[in-house]
């Protein structure tokens, strides 16, 4: 008889589902979001790709091709992809390390663990990263990208920026002598024009939009000394080929870390982008299927000479608000941005970059948790200093170097939660156990019989509580009762743990019993063996079973 093979993952796309009552109507509020989110994207996806190292087309491509993916084979009926301000810090530093086509690999290598990630099934645990290490991330990506548009901001002329915050500042310090006024006039109007641009208006016609066109209109009527996208890049006016990349052995093991933290940032934010899409409209995303389409969106991207993409908030948000119902919105935002790209891709030659700067300047404030750090005295300690150091990190340090940490910390600080709430208690006689009452009242405690009740995750934080249980009881211990009714979970440094103990009673000649055992660590105990050790006659269904059988180790028949 054949055994049945269990596959840990289905790929079903939201779109299959959204696709089974679709209408006429529905299709129209999606060409109607889509459009208005494509025209948002255009400024982003050049701006994310310059503040990246890497060349307006790239984004456009990466938004373009990535969009697409992630909309058609994603978990989520509304989330929109393409490049996104998480990913700048660590491209940049890629781009300066190791060069474009180095991004390329890594982008690949990155879509290729997100599958893998995926089909792991992973999805569902990785959306659970504490809240203060998602908002540290968030805020210290925030000054990251504010800090790299100073200089286009001001209208610094710095051919080569340096990747770390405080050198940059340095920089900016010493160069604020060459600072281009009529740049920084530009610059502070289109950050006004759109911070008061009326929301009523934003919808149809986006603020960044009209700000982009009215400098860029400014800048060419009459002649301003300011720099422009095309004095440093040219846009092509067709789509870029596929292109296969052809990496050596060396790239791999050189690039594995970078793209290990694209890959990580990229679930993580795709993820919170699709909780955040599936509480503004009651829906439920797949979050291993978000992970799949995530993962083959970014293995293409990097095939027509795109770079790292995953879920954006601030699109997906706009695109629900717009109306959207289903994938095909994301579709088409798609198809929008190639249709401009193919169009009109020559009007964006003529963009100021100070106008760019500004852009993405307010996009980083409006990304950072600014509030998170007003409530630091109010939340627990442990948080705050959680919050605090994967912010510091990921501004001061490599973004490599902060997402590690950052989820060692998670790790930690879960570890922390659990063992909180994790007790072990000695009782007594004037203990009750069950029902209000001693079940035990009207026995008599037999003389070296030590109860200790384990509540909670039995797992390497419990196993120094274990310890610390047995010296408790001291010399005058016999038989130790372990009351595990209300474990609800065991690893294997919390069976070692027991084991351990076993071990140690056994060269003491005293006993150990374990009592109302709940199902997860019962199959623990009988899979690893230990219950053969301990003898099916010490595993009991009740304290006065347990009391009975110490009765019977303690004082056996003959000694009667």
Not at 203 to 215: D, F, K, N, Q, Y
Request: glycine residues 10%.
């Amino acid at each position: 008889m054949a055994s049945s093979i269990k596959i840990p993952f289905r790929f079903r796309p939201a779109l299959l589902d959204a696709m089974k009552d679709y209408s006429g109507k529905k299709l129209l509020a999606d060409l109607n979001a889509g459009v208005t989110v494509g025209i948002v994207a255009i400024p982003l996806a050049i701006g994310f790709a310059i503040a990246s190292g890497m060349p307006p087309s790239a984004g456009l491509v990466t938004a373009i091709v990535a969009g697409f993916l992630i909309a058609t084979l994603g978990g989520s009926r509304f989330q929109i992809g393409g490049p996104t301000g998480a990913f700048v810090p660590v491209l940049a530093r890629i781009v300066s390390e190791h060069g474009p086509d180095s991004l390329v690999i890594c982008s690949f290598m990155a879509g290729v663990l997100l599958v893998i990630m995926g089909m792991a099934g992973l999805g569902k645990v990785i959306k659970y990263i504490p809240f203060p290490v998602t908002m540290g991330f968030t805020s210290g990506i925030a000054v990251v990208i504010f800090s790299g548009q100073i200089g286009d901001f001001l209208g610094l002329n710095i051919e080569h920026l340096e990747p770390d915050f405080l050198p940059k500042m340095q920089q900016y310090a010493e160069n604020l002598g060459h600072l281009n006024w009529l740049a920084l006039a530009i610059g502070v109007a289109a950050v006004l024009m759109m911070i008061y641009w009326p929301s009523r208006w934003q919808r149809r016609v986006p603020g960044t939009m009209v700000a982009l066109i009215a400098a860029s209109l400014l800048a060419k009527w009459l002649h301003l000394n300011v720099a422009t996208i095309g004095d440093k890049y040219k846009i092509p006016t067709g789509f870029p080929p596929f292109h296969l990349p052809h990496p050596h052995l060396g790239d791999f093991t050189l690039l594995l870390g970078p793209a290990m933290t694209i890959a990580m940032l990229g679930a993580i934010e795709s993820l919170l982008s699709a909780v955040v899409a599936d509480g503004l409209t009651n829906d439920k995303h797949d979050s291993n299927q978000e992970l799949l389409g995530q993962g083959i969106a970014n293995i293409c991207s990097p095939l027509f000479g795109g770079f790292a993409a995953t879920g954006a908030i601030a699109r997906t948000g706009t695109n629900i608000r717009c109306g959207a119902v289903s994938p095909v919105s994301g579709i088409v935002h798609s198809l929008t941005l190639l249709v401009l790209m193919l169009v009109a891709a020559k009007l964006a030659n003529a963009i100021p970059l100070c106008a760019l700067a500004a852009v993405l300047l307010v996009v980083s404030f409006k990304m950072g948790e600014w509030h998170e750090f007003a409530r630091l005295r109010r939340i627990p300690r442990s948080d705050a200093l959680v919050f605090l150091a994967v912010f510091g990190l990921t501004v001061l340090t490599t973004l490599t170097l902060a997402v590690v940490v950052g989820i060692v910390l998670a790790a930690l600080l879960f570890i922390k939660r659990v063992s909180e709430a994790s007790t072990i208690t000695a009782l007594d006689e004037t203990h009750p156990v069950s029902g209000g009452r001693p079940i035990w009242a009207d026995e008599s405690w037999p003389d070296g019989v030590y109860l200790f009740r384990i509540q909670g995750a039995f797992f390497f934080g419990t196993a120094d509580m274990l310890e610390t249980s047995f010296r408790r009881a001291g010399a005058r211990l016999r038989v130790m009762v372990l009351l595990c009714e209300d474990v609800f979970s065991m690893d294997a440094t919390g069976l070692n743990a027991l084991e351990s103990l076993h071990e140690r009673l056994q060269r003491h000649h005293q006993h150990l019993i374990l009592c109302k055992v709940s199902h997860q660590p019962l199959d623990v105990i009988r899979q690893s063996g230990f219950l053969d050790e301990l003898g099916k006659d010490n595993l009991t269904t009740s304290v006065e079973d347990a009391l009975e059988r110490a009765r019977g180790l303690l004082y056996p028949p003959q000694q009667k």
